[in-house]
Structure formats: C-alpha cells, structure tokens
C-alpha cells in the first residue's frame, strides 16, 4: 500500500500561484511514477501533469503547459506542483496519484494509477 496525502491548496485570485505536496509513505516511492489529475464540480477527473520514477521526465496537459511544473524529491518522498498564472478554470480539486512502474514510463490514463490521495481544493477567483 502506498498512501497518498496532498497539501497546499486554498483560495488565489487569477494570475496567482499555488504549490501543492503530496507526500507518499508506505512503499518505495522511486518506483512509482506520479500524476497529478483535478477534478471539478459536474466534471470528469482530468489529468494535469506526471513525472517519471526518476529521471525527471515530465508530461503535461495542454490546458497548463508553460504555467504548471510537476517536480518530485525522491529522497522527501514527495511530488509537488507549482502552479503559476491561475485561472479561474483551474480551479478543481486536485489530486496526485501512483503508479507503479519498472521503467520511466508517465501515463495519463487516471484508470491505469494504483493509489490516490484524497485530493485539496483549488480555486480560483476573477
């Protein structure tokens, strides 16, 4: 078992910035690939970023390339999101999600991620 716990979210007005955590205990984290997904209100869960077990690579939704930056600490067992410009679109909850892996692979396919967390509100006012 892998657990899953977020942190950082809150209320930001447009164009502001927000990092959220999401700190793993349970199981070996550097064998896991990380995703961030959201979900809001009436909405299916969408994927937002995922970062590689290690290595660094990193994979982002269109809707916040060049805005957000999913980074890991393998050593803190630890996945953030920076997330810069915020728009009211953003604002969902967000949550990060495991998936365990035995090469660099990142998918966004939310079906295909082993563990959740509990997910951290995100708004965004105009």
């Known amino acids: 078992q892998v657990q899953l716990v977020e942190s950082g979210g809150g209320l930001v007005q447009a164009g502001g910035s927000l990092r959220l955590s999401c700190a793993a205990s349970?199981?070996?984290?550097?064998?896991?690939?990380m995703g961030w997904f959201r979900q809001a209100p009436g909405k299916e869960r969408q994927f937002v970023a995922g970062?590689?077990?290690?290595?660094?690579?990193?994979y982002y939704s269109d809707s916040v390339k060049g805005r957000f930056t999913i980074s890991r600490d393998n050593a803190k067992n630890t996945v953030y999101l920076q997330m810069n410009s915020l728009k009211p679109e953003d604002t969902a909850v967000y949550y990060c999600?495991?998936?365990?892996?035995?090469?660099?692979?990142?998918?966004?396919?939310?079906?295909?991620?082993?563990?959740w967390g509990q997910g951290t509100q995100v708004t965004v006012s105009s």
């Open positions: 970062i590689s077990k290690s290595r660094g690579y990193t």
């Open positions: 999600a495991a998936k365990f892996v035995m090469d660099w692979d990142i998918t966004s396919h939310y079906f295909k991620y082993d563990y």
């Open positions: 349970g199981r070996t984290f550097s064998n896991y690939a």
